[in-house]
């Protein structure tokens, strides 16, 4: 009945007072120097080697700490002040990156120094991800949850496509250490927005006596595979993520070379999920009042697998454009309805660790998607892996069916 009600009043907005907008604050900014990073990178790895398998192995660590530590990351989230925790967070993160600005500078920038960064990195990230999503609630009315969620969403992405990608080139004209430098500096502030925060948490019963990491996370995975709206969400969102793993992996090899679009063409499908990601991220809540949470992710499901089936069949620069901004929309859709449906039907005490749960068996998907999406490219063409995805949609919009009222 709860959670029936939270979406009556979707169409709330939550108050920037409160807390909600120092965290959004915090997000937009840790965004924007995360997206710096993530498109200076892979750069910096071409430039110390041509070895494509240790190119790709430093994105493959972005992945692994999330299977190694993204339990262990939840059932920390739910013992912790999660605000403490944040802001530590952060701090480490600013410090580690400041560090690697240092040597990037000095020129004893390597591979193996990149991968023991971006591992680190994600680690941390393990635990602010997980205690992010189990605070939020406790800074909005239940009744703005969805929205607070989805201008999260909204703010992230136009921090990370229309600011800080067009920044990057610049950053790098001034220096190659300069992009890292700047993410430490966005740490350092998120963490300061994030430890001025003044807000009651609720109130956690004692834990039982004998209590252990271990079996919390057990009683975290549990109690996601009770719930059945979760469990068949969580089904469904690592099938498309295996399926969205397929497609990324590629991606700039169907449109610079199946559409024959060059660098340009790929830049403007980019942009375009970009502009979709933010419309989809606008109208999520007004969706989710006429349809419940369950039922929007089940029709965005629906609409990315024809973007998909578009995407793989028309050869065409401007079906690849539109196909990609409809596909971002509903993926903000999706996305936004999904989180919110876990905190409304999660027990606050048990959040992070379901929170972690949930992502864990998620995120698994996208480097096991990448993989295949590498091997049907070579084997049977380049525009084989949007195909592949639309056909892993489906299976997640059919797993989705019976939960549909």
């Not at 800074?139 to 201008?151: D, E, I």
């Not at 973007?307 to 936004?336: D, K, P, Q, Y």
């Amino acid at each position: 009945m709860a959670a029936v009600q939270a979406v009556e009043a979707e169409g709330q907005a939550p108050a920037w007072r409160g807390g909600f907008g120092r965290l959004w604050s915090a997000a937009v900014v840790s965004r924007f120097g995360d997206s710096l990073r993530g498109a200076a990178m892979p750069l910096l790895a071409a430039s110390l080697t041509a070895d494509p398998m240790l190119v790709s192995l430093v994105t493959a660590c972005g992945f692994l700490p999330w299977l190694l530590f993204g339990l262990l990351g939840g059932a920390v989230a739910d013992r912790v002040d999660q605000r403490r925790a944040m802001w530590a967070v952060d701090l480490l993160r600013g410090v580690l990156m400041a560090g690697f600005a240092v040597a990037v500078a000095l020129g004893h920038a390597s591979i193996a120094l990149l991968i023991v960064v971006a591992f680190a990195l994600t680690t941390l990230q393990t635990l602010f991800d997980n205690a992010a999503t189990a605070l939020l609630p406790s800074l909005v009315p239940a009744g703005t949850l969805g929205a607070a969620n989805a201008r999260l969403m909204v703010g992230q992405q136009i921090a990370s496509t229309f600011l800080a990608a067009p920044l990057v080139p610049v950053l790098l004209i001034w220096g190659p250490s300069v992009p890292y430098a700047a993410d430490a500096t966005t740490y350092v502030l998120a963490a300061v927005l994030i430890a001025s925060l003044r807000t009651t948490l609720p109130q956690r019963e004692p834990r039982a006596a004998g209590s252990t990491l271990r079996g919390e996370i057990a009683e975290g995975l549990k109690a996601l595979w009770s719930d059945r709206p979760m469990r068949g969400l969580c089904v469904a969102t690592t099938l498309c993520n295996i399926g969205v793993g397929a497609l990324i992996a590629v991606l700039v090899l169907h449109v610079t070379g199946w559409l024959d679009a060059g660098q340009a063409g790929y830049a403007a499908v980019l942009m375009a999920y970009g502009v979709g990601s933010v419309v989809g991220g606008l109208g999520a809540g007004r969706l989710a009042r006429r349809l419940g949470r369950i039922r929007s992710v089940f029709l965005a499901g629906v609409v990315e697998t024809g973007c998909l089936v578009a995407l793989g069949t028309v050869r065409e620069l401007w079906a690849a454009v539109a196909a990609m901004a409809v596909f971002g929309l509903m993926g903000t859709v999706w996305n936004a309805n999904q989180v919110t449906l876990m905190q409304e039907r999660s027990p606050a005490a048990m959040l992070g660790r379901i929170s972690a749960a949930f992502r864990t068996l998620a995120i698994a998907g996208t480097p096991l998607g990448a993989l295949l999406g590498g091997l049907v490219a070579a084997g049977w063409g380049l525009n084989t892996p949007a195909l592949l995805a639309a056909v892993l949609f489906g299976l997640a919009v059919a797993s989705l069916a019976p939960l549909i009222n």
